[in-house]
């Protein structure tokens, strides 16, 4: 199997692959993502907006590369580049016109059928490997969401909350999702 690098990922990306995991291209296969994947994103997204108004931290929806390096900004050494549903940003030096440099400081994916493993061992393995404080994984069928925090370099046992009331995001203090917006399903 060969080991690509984001500078390989920059030449075939958009039509080979769209996330890149020590050196592997993984490829989304349609369907696109279902309504209630994209209601999720959208409301999270616009609270998140909101809260973050008037504060140097920058809130993201994929798709936006985020390149998650393990030695070096090089591109030929890079081997690590995700697109995850949502995150956020305190550290605006790891911005760029391409997107993000390092680690954000909180990631949520939404999960879907046909990508719920891969977000629950690769990514999340991923996202602990590069010292993402928070990440949320969020199951729209379970109504339930699975958080997991960083530390001492690992994720601790997740806590799992449903998706009702409120629930604080850690890593960004004074942001929290109200559950009770989401569209009734």
Known sequence: MQHHTYADYLIW???SGNELVDGVAYVREPPSPSRAHQEIVVELSRQI??????????????PLDVRL?????????IDTVVQPDLLIVCDLQKLDDRGVAGAPDWIAEVL???TASYDRTTKLSAYERAGVPE???IDPT?????IYRLTAGRYSHPVVLPLSSQTAIAAVPGVS?????????
């Open 13 to 15: 990306s958009a039509t």
């Open 49 to 62: 907006a909101t809260s973050l108004q008037g504060r140097r931290a920058r809130a993201y929806v994929a």
């Open 69 to 77: 390096p393990k030695d070096s900004l090089d591109d030929a050494r």
């Open 112 to 114: 879907s059928p046909s």
């Open 135 to 137: 990440v949320w994984l």
């Open 142 to 146: 379970d109504r339930s969401v699975t």
């Open 177 to 185: 999702i109200d559950w009770d917006r989401l569209p009734v399903r």
